[in-house]
C-alpha cells in the first residue's frame, strides 16, 4: 500500500473521530447519563478494509448468483472474513468435530 493511500487512511480515521466528537446528538446522550450520576466513557474501534479494484477488462462482473463459490461475492467473503466468520461446506457440518460419538460410550 503506498503511502497516499495510507494517509488518506489515517484521515478517514480523524473524519470518524470529529464527527463522533462533535455529534451534538451524541452529546446530548452522554450529558444525560451524566445527570443520572454515572461518568462515560466512550471507546470506538473502526475497522477500514480495503480491496484493490481491478479493471473490468481484467476482471468479469461479479455476480451473486449460487456457482461453484456460492451465492457470495469476494467482497461479502472479505467483509465475512473481516469479521472472523468463516465459511464452513455443509458436508463439514454432518461430521462431529474431532470424531467423537454422539453419545458417551458405556
Same mark, same amino acid.
Given at each position: 500500500m503506498?503511502q497516499?493511500?495510507?494517509?488518506?487512511?489515517?484521515?478517514?480515521?480523524e473524519?470518524?473521530? *470529529?464527527?463522533? %466528537? &462533535?455529534?451534538?446528538?451524541i452529546?446530548?446522550?452522554?450529558?444525560?447519563?451524566?445527570e443520572?450520576g454515572?461518568?462515560?466513557?466512550? @471507546?470506538? &474501534?473502526?475497522?477500514?478494509?480495503l480491496n484493490?479494484?481491478?479493471?473490468?477488462?481484467?476482471?468479469?462482473? *461479479? %455476480?451473486? %448468483?449460487?456457482?461453484?463459490?456460492?451465492p457470495?461475492?469476494?467482497?461479502?467473503?472479505?467483509?465475512?472474513? %473481516?469479521?472472523?466468520?468463516?465459511?464452513t461446506? *455443509?458436508t463439514? @457440518?454432518?461430521?462431529?468435530p474431532?470424531?467423537?460419538?454422539?453419545?458417551? &460410550?458405556?
Amino acid at each position: 500500500m503506498n503511502q497516499k493511500v495510507k494517509n488518506l487512511i489515517q484521515k478517514l480515521g480523524e473524519a470518524i473521530h *470529529e464527527s463522533v %466528537s &462533535e455529534s451534538e446528538d451524541i452529546a446530548g446522550v452522554v450529558k444525560n447519563i451524566r445527570e443520572q450520576g454515572f461518568d462515560v466513557l466512550l @471507546m470506538l &474501534e473502526a475497522t477500514i478494509g480495503l480491496n484493490e479494484l481491478e479493471t473490468e477488462a481484467n476482471q468479469p462482473a *461479479e %455476480s451473486v %448468483s449460487e456457482d461453484a463459490d456460492g451465492p457470495f461475492t469476494r467482497s461479502d467473503l472479505t467483509f465475512l472474513k %473481516s469479521l472472523r466468520i468463516s465459511l464452513t461446506d *455443509e458436508t463439514d @457440518m454432518d461430521t462431529p468435530p474431532n470424531n467423537t460419538p454422539d453419545t458417551p &460410550e458405556a
